[in-house]
C-alpha cells in the first residue's frame, strides 16, 4: 500500500496555539496536498505543494515539503475553535494517473476555546 | 456558486438490495472520482472516470460499479450491499489540463450509506 502516515493521529490544543501535524509518504510524488474535513461532511482543499517547493503559505496555513525524507507538515498558526475538524494528507504520486490521490489516515485535531 | 451534490445526503437499505447513489457537478470537470470512507478512516479510491473511460481501483469488490451518462452526473451502483459496506460515500471531481498536473479535488458532502 502506498497510504502515508499522519501524526499525531489526534492533537487537542487550546485557541490561540498554534497546531502542528506531519504527514510521511512511501514513494516520489508530484504534489502533495492537504485537505480539511469537518464531521460529517465532504473533504475540502487547502494547499498544494508541488514536488519542487519547500515552503507554501495560505493565510494561518503554513505547509513544508521535504522530499528527501518523504514528509510534509501543515502548520495553523493562532488556531480557532473553528478550526476543529480532521486533516488529511493526499499524496499525487509520480507515474502512472497523476491525478488520483493517495490519502493519509488523517489527524483530528480539537481546538479547545 | 459551482458546486458538487450529493444526493441523498443518507440512504439506508436492506442487506442485498441493490442500491444507487448520485453525484452531479457543476464545475465542467472531466475527472469524477468515488472514494469510500469508514469511521475514522482515510477515504479510500474505488474508481474514477477521465471523461468518458473508467477506471477501476484493482482492490474495488465487483459488488460495486459506476456510470457517468454525461459530464455533470456520475452513479455509483452497489449491486448486492453486505454490512461491511456500510460506509460515507464520497464524490469529487477534478479538472485535468494539458501541462498542468495534478489539480486539486472538489468534494461532496456525501452519502452515508447504512444497511440493515
Known amino acids: 500500500s502506498q497510504q502515508g502516515e499522519e501524526d499525531p493521529q489526534a492533537l487537542s490544543i487550546q485557541e490561540g496555539e498554534n497546531a502542528t501535524m506531519n504527514c510521511s509518504y512511501k514513494?516520489?510524488?508530484?504534489?502533495l496536498q492537504w485537505y480539511r474535513q469537518n464531521s460529517g461532511r465532504g473533504l475540502v482543499h487547502l494547499i498544494l505543494?508541488?514536488?519542487?517547493?519547500r515552503e507554501k503559505h495560505s493565510g494561518r496555513l503554513r505547509v513544508t515539503l521535504d522530499t528527501s525524507k518523504k514528509s510534509s507538515s501543515l502548520l495553523i498558526t493562532a488556531s480557532r475553535a473553528a478550526d476543529t475538524a480532521s486533516y488529511f494528507c493526499?499524496?499525487?504520486?509520480?507515474?502512472?494517473?497523476?491525478?488520483?490521490?493517495?490519502f493519509g489516515k488523517g489527524t483530528l485535531l480539537t481546538v479547545n476555546p | 456558486d459551482a458546486m458538487v451534490i450529493q444526493n441523498p445526503r443518507y440512504q439506508v437499505t436492506q442487506f442485498g438490495k441493490p442500491v444507487t447513489l448520485s453525484c452531479s457537478q457543476t464545475?465542467?470537470?472531466?475527472?469524477m472520482y468515488w472514494y469510500q470512507q469508514k469511521s475514522s478512516q482515510a477515504p479510500k479510491l474505488l474508481f474514477h472516470?477521465?471523461?468518458?473511460?473508467?477506471?477501476n481501483e484493482a482492490d474495488t469488490p465487483d459488488n460495486f460499479q459506476s456510470r457517468r451518462p454525461n459530464t455533470s452526473f456520475c452513479f455509483l451502483d452497489i449491486r448486492s450491499p453486505g454490512l461491511g459496506d456500510a460506509a460515507m460515500y464520497l464524490c469529487?471531481?477534478?479538472?485535468?489540463?494539458?501541462?498542468?498536473?495534478?489539480?486539486?479535488?472538489?468534494f461532496g458532502d456525501g452519502t452515508r450509506l447504512s444497511i440493515l
Open positions: 514513494t516520489s510524488i508530484n504534489n
Open positions: 469529487a471531481t477534478s479538472h485535468l489540463q494539458t501541462g498542468i498536473r495534478s489539480q486539486p479535488q472538489h
Open positions: 493526499a499524496a499525487a504520486y509520480s507515474g502512472g494517473s497523476n491525478y488520483k490521490l493517495t
Open positions: 505543494i508541488r514536488s519542487n517547493e
Open positions: 472516470y477521465y471523461d468518458k473511460d473508467f477506471n
Open positions: 464545475l465542467n470537470h472531466n475527472v
